[in-house]
Each structure stands twice: as structure tokens, then as C-alpha cells.
């Protein structure tokens, strides 16, 4: 009986050692075994098992590399942007600067032909201030006596008469600006040749008066001075009508409408009325 039993302990330990034994060299077997299209079995199982991992990491790795790629080029898509924004920027303050060189040489121009055209020295000056209204009736230049000017020296613009210097100081010089209510010239309107006395009236028109309901005054008529004021050199423009009708007395209602904008002057001609222009060739 004891005898029985132990052969069946020997047996028992005997199946239990060559299980893993036959396990082993199964997994051995498998090493060597190839499928069908020559790939070792345990390869293939390997491979499988390290599929999901591997298409996880991939993923993962190409993922990360993209978003480092499109921050760098985020980065460097800003920073162009940030260059040519300040490139335009530059090209666009050079433009305008151009722009307002072209229009100031236009108004020089006009004003050396009209200085051409004026048998009397001048000087050139910029405006450097204005009296703080909505007309601006009086603006201050930069030139004064040192430069020759005086009281009562005609001032230009390129376009015609913008009013007479009324203070003059050594380096400096006020205005008083045709529109203003204290100013008043010698006027004769170009087509018919009647006389008259034009007039500032603290608007951007002004008035032309002494001028009888009898005489033919039309819209458009062109206003230039006549010199009998003894101020203003003959023959310059100074505006055009705007409106012309029949008073309520002898004398017609007539606005004119100055030839230059007096809002926006920059640069004006001082006439030397005691200064002959020397002849060309001089």
C-alpha cells in the first residue's frame, strides 16, 4: 500500500517537472518555426503584441514633432509679419512725406510765377502761427524789418491777395487777413471794369460794395485790385462773385469769394513795394 502510494507521488512529481519542461521546449520549437511566408512564428507574435504600442508611440512622436514644427513657424510667420508691418509702415510716412514735398513745390511754383510777374522785390515766408478762431483773420510769418518788410506790405499767396502786414516786428510779422472785418481794398471787377471797395466781413466772404443796382454784376465775375488804394500792386486777383443782387438802396448786394483758401496757408510772399524788381539780366 505505502508502496502504491509512493509510485504514485514519483509520478505525480515526474508530470509536474516535465510540464514545463515540454512548455519550454514548445517556446524553443517556436523560435525555429517559420509561417508561410518565412517569418519566424515568434517574430510575428513579438511584432504583434508591439503593434498597438508602437502605433501609439508613432503617433504620439508625430504628433509632438508637428506641433514644434508649427510653433516655430508661428514664430517666424509673427515675427515677418511684425517686419513688414513696420515695412509699410516706413514706406507709407515715406509716401506721404513725398506727397506733401510734390504739393509744396506746387505752391511755390505758382508763387514765383506770380512774384515774376510783380515789377517789385519780395521775400518768401512761412506762416507760423494763427489767432486762435474759427477764421483765423490774422496769422503771424516768419520774416520782419531785418528782412525789409513794413507796415502796409502786401502779402501773397500763389493764387493772389491774402491781406497786409500791420505790425512788423525785426523777425516776425502779423497779418491782417482779407476776410477780416477792419480790412478793405480797392477793388474793379475784371470784365466790365467798374470800381469798387471789397471789404472783409469776419466770414469766409466778403463784400463788395459801392457798387450801383444800375451796373450788370454777374455770378463768376472776377475780382482783381485796382491799385487806388495804394497798397495793393493793380491787376491781382482776389476772388470771384458768388452772389449779385439788387439792393434796397443804390448799391447792389455782392459777395465775393476769396481765390485762396485762407484756411490753409502755408507759405506766402511779402511784395517790397519801396524795392523796384531789377531788370532780368541784372
Not at 508530470?15 to 508561410?36: C, D, F, G, K, W
Request: glycine share 8%; aromatic share 6%; with cysteine.
Amino acid at each position: 500500500m505505502s508502496s502504491d502510494l509512493s509510485s504514485r507521488v514519483n509520478k505525480e512529481r515526474s508530470v509536474a517537472v516535465m510540464v514545463p519542461l515540454l512548455i519550454l521546449q514548445l517556446a524553443l520549437l517556436s523560435l525555429q518555426i517559420e509561417n508561410p511566408s518565412g517569418v519566424l512564428l515568434f517574430k510575428s507574435w513579438t511584432l504583434a503584441f508591439q503593434a498597438p504600442f508602437i502605433a501609439v508611440s508613432s503617433g504620439a512622436a508625430g504628433g509632438m514633432q508637428r506641433i514644434w514644427r508649427s510653433y516655430f513657424w508661428m514664430v517666424g510667420a509673427r515675427a515677418e509679419n511684425e517686419q513688414l508691418k513696420e515695412r509699410v509702415h516706413r514706406l507709407s510716412l515715406l509716401n506721404n512725406s513725398y506727397a506733401q514735398m510734390q504739393q509744396e513745390n506746387i505752391r511755390l511754383r505758382r508763387l514765383l510765377d506770380l512774384r515774376g510777374s510783380i515789377p517789385f522785390k519780395s521775400v518768401g515766408a512761412r506762416v507760423v502761427a494763427r489767432t486762435p478762431s474759427f477764421l483765423s483773420n490774422v496769422i503771424y510769418i516768419n520774416c520782419g524789418s531785418a528782412d525789409g518788410v513794413h507796415i502796409d506790405s502786401p502779402v501773397l499767396s500763389g493764387d493772389g491777395i491774402i491781406g497786409r502786414t500791420i505790425l512788423v516786428a525785426k523777425h516776425q510779422s502779423q497779418i491782417q487777413l482779407i476776410t477780416n472785418p477792419d480790412a478793405s481794398m480797392g477793388v474793379v471787377i475784371e470784365r466790365t471794369r467798374t470800381p469798387g471797395v471789397l471789404r472783409g466781413s469776419g466770414d469766409v466772404l466778403l463784400d463788395l460794395t459801392y457798387i450801383g443796382n444800375a451796373e450788370q454784376v454777374d455770378v463768376g465775375d472776377v475780382v482783381l485790385s485796382s491799385g487806388l488804394d495804394e497798397i495793393y500792386p493793380k491787376g491781382l486777383a482776389i476772388g470771384k462773385v458768388v452772389n449779385s443782387q439788387k439792393g434796397k438802396g443804390v448799391f447792389r448786394n455782392i459777395k465775393v469769394e476769396p481765390v485762396v483758401d485762407l484756411l490753409r496757408l502755408e507759405e506766402v510772399s511779402v511784395l517790397l513795394m519801396d524795392s523796384p524788381a531789377e531788370p532780368p539780366g541784372l
